[in-house]
């Protein structure tokens, strides 16, 4: 009896964190527009500044914006731009890829990073954005 | 640097003022200065935990490009000719600020055994965007906003914490701006209890 109650509730379990972990939350690109206000020292949509420039970002290999200077560590990291890897750099960049140059601490509110990136998505080449 | 006109939306008191803004800036030059002479011993602590060090180091240098950037900015503004006379004083003093961080940064990147990053030739600024003195302010009220939110990632990365204070402090000073251009454009100046 009490390991049936066991067994199902570790199945319950396994079922719910699977699935918590599986779904970051919606991203609101407006609000990830307001959000990308914490970043505009850096980056620019358009161009390339201290940062490089976000449009087209996902699909994207990271470092591969011809003409910035990227560090060794983000040129070598072997990422590609899509939400996952994009979720896990914006919360700790300098944990995901140890030796870049982007000194940030990182955006913690989960919440935020999935408007972020839904605004980052959003800014396809041929977007308005990126006209 | 303190024949600013009086940014007449301050009242005029901030012309009785002068002399007190004077010993002000004194004090923040003095307490630049302060940072950078502690810098010998934060060399000799870096050399002892070299990874961290270098980690201080690209910290630094991603500011420092930042400010440099800032004072470019500041540049273009004043020349664009948008800017009248009490606002065309702020940039001026603003800009001022801006290189007081760059030559402090920099500086600390030397100390710590790294090349500080050259400023850019062109940042290509989106000049032909600006068309009003108000573009302008709220070109530079979101890069002042932008420089808060950066320091603010800074402070809690620096493996020394002597680091972390001088971020500290050039972000109370970016806040500020970012308020006074905010007060300018006729924005509440201070939005909220807390940045991010």
Redesign the interface.
């Known amino acids: 009896m009490t390991s049936r109650f066991l067994a199902a509730l570790f199945t319950t379990v396994v079922a719910f964190t699977g699935t918590t972990a599986a779904s970051r939350p919606q991203g609101d690109a407006a609000r990830g527009a307001q959000i990308y206000?914490?970043?505009?020292?850096?980056h620019a949509l358009k161009?390339n500044?201290?940062g490089p420039k976000h449009c087209g970002i996902f699909g994207r290999r990271a470092g591969g914006v011809a003409g910035f200077d990227y560090?060794d560590a983000m040129a070598a990291s072997g990422t590609v731009w899509d939400s996952e890897s994009l979720d896990r750099f914006l919360e700790a960049p300098?944990d995901a890829v140890p030796?870049?140059?982007?000194?940030?601490?990182?955006v913690k509110v989960p919440q935020d990073r999935a408007d972020l990136i839904a605004y980052l998505q959003s800014a396809t080449a041929d977007s308005p954005l990126c006209r | 640097m303190f024949d600013l006109d009086k940014p007449s939306f301050l009242s005029a008191k901030l012309g009785r003022r002068q002399a007190l803004q004077r010993a002000a800036h004194l004090t923040l030059s003095g307490a630049a200065v302060a940072l950078l002479a502690g810098k010998d011993a934060l060399a000799a602590d870096h050399s002892a935990m070299k990874g961290s060090a270098e980690?201080d180091v690209?910290?630094?240098?991603?500011?420092l490009?930042?400010e440099q950037?800032a004072v470019a900015a500041y540049q273009a503004g004043a020349e664009c000719g948008l800017l009248r006379k009490p606002t065309l004083g702020l940039a001026v003093q603003f800009q001022g600020h801006h290189k007081e961080h760059a030559d402090a940064l920099a500086a600390t990147v030397s100390k710590l055994g790294g090349t500080p990053v050259a400023p850019k030739r062109d940042?290509?600024f989106p000049v032909s965007s600006l068309k009003s003195e108000k573009d302008v302010l709220q070109f530079a009220a979101?890069?002042e906003?932008?420089?808060v939110?950066?320091y603010?990632?800074?402070?809690?990365?620096f493996a020394d914490r002597e680091l972390a204070k001088v971020a500290a402090s050039i972000l109370g000073d970016e806040a500020m701006h970012w308020a006074v251009l905010r007060y300018a454009l006729g924005e509440n100046p201070v939005p909220s209890a807390f940045v991010?």
């Open positions: 206000e914490r970043c505009i020292a850096c161009r500044r201290t560090s300098m030796g870049t140059s982007m000194g940030y601490d990182g | 980690q690209r910290i630094l240098n991603t500011a490009g930042a950037e940042y290509g979101g890069l906003k932008g420089a939110s950066a603010l990632g800074a402070v809690p990365i991010s």
